[in-house]
Nanobody
Framework: VQLQASGGGLVQAGGSLRLSCAAS????????IGWYRQVPGKQREWVAT?????????KYADFVQGRFTISKDYAKNTVYLQMNSLKPDDTAVYYC?????????????????WGQGTLVTVSS
């Protein structure tokens, strides 16, 4: 499975962005897909995860606080991260990751597959 992240950019505080993570194959082959972010000099931190089952179980980091929504589109083999009410602290490189083992491995450090990052910059 190859993952391609896109959708980053520059936005003012309070604005919105939608990140996309396109999988080269069907996302059915992986159990869960998630997003991490990293600021230079800091550890990568988990943002959100969704299972690729029909139920689409989602899980979010506490700092998301209802501002972000993760979703999937089977037809496009793509997972999205809709980010609203962005803050300067959300500035980071965002990475998508996936794993066949399901949600918990993705939440607990990331999956076996990683895409390249996409930069999100939120200006104050």
């Amino acid at each position: 499975v190859q993952l391609q992240a896109s959708g980053g950019g520059l936005v003012q505080a309070g604005g919105s962005l939608r990140l996309s993570c396109a999988a080269s194959g069907s996302i059915f082959v992986v159990g869960a897909i998630g997003w991490y972010r990293q600021v230079p000099g800091k550890q990568r931190e988990w943002v959100a995860t969704i299972t690729t089952t029909t139920a689409g179980v989602t899980k979010y980091a506490d700092f998301v606080q209802g501002r972000f929504t993760i979703s999937k589109d089977y037809a496009k083999n793509t997972v999205y991260l809709q980010m609203n009410s962005l803050k300067p602290d959300d500035t980071a490189v965002y990475y998508c990751t996936a794993d066949q083992r399901g949600l918990l491995p993705v939440v607990r450090g990331g999956g076996a597959y990683w895409g390249q990052g996409t930069l999100v910059t939120v200006s104050s």
